[in-house]
């Protein structure tokens, strides 16, 4: 199991498994991407980077090296074979949530997320999920695939009943998804807005974020593979994670990433802040 392998340290992280509360597990998969593959090597790249940012948050006032997180690294994935990939992160996540640990997962595309929840629906029966999202990824199917990046919420719905998902940031997607999108939880377009009602509705149960980082304006980050103008900026993420700080989150993951769609690396370093912000945000609870 990836719980056996030697950690990754970085600054700020550096933490045993066992000693750890909170545990970041890359996923390089892409294998359903339908416009432009390369989140595989999200997790590669962030974690080069991720050295290069500092460790302490002045927006949290707050320090990596204050808690105990372990990076375990990538989980192995049979390229060719979506199913059995899926198959495979679901039982490395159950694994580590039955030693009662935090999870931030590191894709890859967004489809990773289903086995993910699905694990995570399995210990904590009523899971809220905060879905952050340029598209609404409800889909019954694309391109005949029921297995997709943009049916990942969809599927989710065999695992967590919709009226406990709320999507936020939504400004893509059919008329179909924007119909259904009316019965979830929450929907709301374009914005974060809602999302203190939200906190508030779901008060003390245990949650589950899933950023698809292209929820950001792609003049923010434009290294992802369906980038969608009309996105929030980054200030707007961290009031979000501000809204969101005493919430009861148990896992999280950050989607999407396409590192070398973006030259400039800019992208690749949203994506590392945005990491360090989550990080804090999932140890902010001491439970
Ligand atoms: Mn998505
Ligand atoms: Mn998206």
Redesign the pocket.
């Known amino acids: 199991m990836l719980k056996n392998k030697t950690p990754f340290i970085h600054e700020g992280i550096k933490s045993s498994y066992i000693e750890s509360d909170t545990i970041i597990i890359g996923m390089p998969f892409d294998a359903t991407s339908s416009y432009r593959p390369g989140s595989r090597f999200g997790p590669q790249c962030i974690r080069n980077e991720f050295d290069c940012l500092e460790t302490y948050s002045p927006y949290r006032d707050k320090d990596l090296t204050d808690y105990r997180i372990c990076d375990i690294g990538d989980i192995e994935l049979p390229p060719g074979n979506t199913e059995k990939a899926l198959d495979i992160i679901e039982k490395e996540l159950k694994s580590v949530l039955d030693d009662n640990k935090k999870i931030i997962s590191i894709g890859g595309e ?1 489809l990773i997320s289903y086995p993910a929840i699905k694990s995570f629906s399995e210990k904590y029966n009523d899971l809220c999920i905060l879905h952050f ?3 609404a ?1 409800l889909r019954d199917d694309y391109l005949d695939e029921k297995l997709s ?1 943009a049916t990942v919420i969809r599927r989710i719905f065999d695992c967590v009943s919709k009226d406990r998902i709320y999507q936020f940031g939504i400004r ?1 997607g059919t008329k179909e998804e924007f119909e259904l999108g009316k019965t979830m939880g929450g929907f709301y377009k374009y914005s974060l807005d809602g999302l203190q009602e939200v906190i508030e509705a779901v008060a003390n149960r245990p949650v589950y974020l899933t950023i ?4 950001l304006d792609p003049s923010v980050l434009p290294g ?3 980038p ?1 103008p009309g996105g929030i900026s980054f200030n707007d993420l961290l009031e979000a994670f501000n809204i969101m700080k005493d919430i009861n989150l148990k896992g999280a993951d950050i ?2 990433l396409s590192p070398h769609y973006d030259k400039s690396g800019v992208s690749t370093v949203v994506a590392c802040k945005v990491l360090r912000e989550l990080l804090l945000l999932i140890n902010n609870r001491n439970c």
């Open positions: 967004h999202d340029a598209h990824d990046h893509s698809d980082l292209d929820i992802t593979g369906t969608e989607v999407e």
